[in-house]
């Protein structure tokens, strides 16, 4: 077994032994909705490796439109930027506003995974919901996340480690009462930079590690 493959099952593994840690709340504190959709934004850029291209960027914002007829639907927004991020739960306020376009407009800073993950975390711990059907997790990935995503796999994509954990913070008695779907959205310069391949094996590689074999992404270049 390689050093990041060791590196991979010990961060699995506390991952999974930290999130049966958490009590339940009470029923009073939770609100109930039918669905879950939430939007996973890495913008971020570098050396030879760019940002969110236009084909992308227009994807997210025509995904989000159609997200108004959902109904019985909860959104969240996650979009990664170092020890910052830029969170939202108002698909509403959200949507169009100019502090999406901000960040939109120019690359993030190299997202920080375990920082994302904590934060996550206790959003959903501090704002309990209840998801009784279906949860929805759209990743949308520059070609800097997608090549980051092959170079250092021991740093687990945090959507894939929350769909591990989803039952727990969603108020669910196991992950078979919920149906999790998963679709990636990548530069299609990534193809080239990276290796299509090489992603697509990366993100089976977690999902076998996570025991998410069932759970295969749609993945999408644009």
Do not use: H, W
Not at 63 to 88: A, P, Q, V, W
Not at 115 to 127: A, L, S
Not at 155 to 171: F, K
């Amino acid at each position: 077994m390689n050093n990041n493959m060791k590196k991979f099952m010990f961060s699995a593994g506390m991952l999974m032994y930290a999130c049966t840690s958490f009590g339940q709340p009470s029923d009073d504190e939770i609100k109930s909705f039918g669905y879950l959709t939430f939007y996973y934004v890495d913008n971020s850029d570098g050396y030879n490796a760019d940002p969110l291209n236009d084909d992308m960027v227009q994807e997210l914002k025509d995904n989000l439109n159609k997200l108004n007829n959902r109904n019985d639907n909860y959104f969240f927004f996650y979009g990664c930027n170092g020890d910052e991020n830029k969170t939202s739960f108002n698909l509403a306020s959200f949507n169009g506003s100019p502090s999406l376009k901000k960040y939109l407009a120019s690359p993030s800073r190299e997202s920080d995974f375990n920082f994302d993950k904590q934060t996550i975390r206790n959003y959903f711990i501090e704002y309990p919901v209840k998801i009784k059907q279906s949860v929805e997790i759209n990743m949308y990935l520059s070609t800097f996340a997608a090549q980051r995503l092959v170079n250092k796999i021991e740093d687990l994509p945090t959507p894939l480690v929350l769909a591990n954990e989803l039952p727990i913070y969603l108020n669910t008695k196991s992950s078979n009462e919920l149906r999790i779907k998963i679709n990636v959205f990548i530069n299609k310069e990534a193809k080239e930079l990276v290796g299509e391949e090489k992603i697509r094996s990366s993100f089976s590689f977690c999902n076998k590690n996570l025991g998410l074999e069932y759970l295969q992404p749609s993945i999408v270049f644009l």
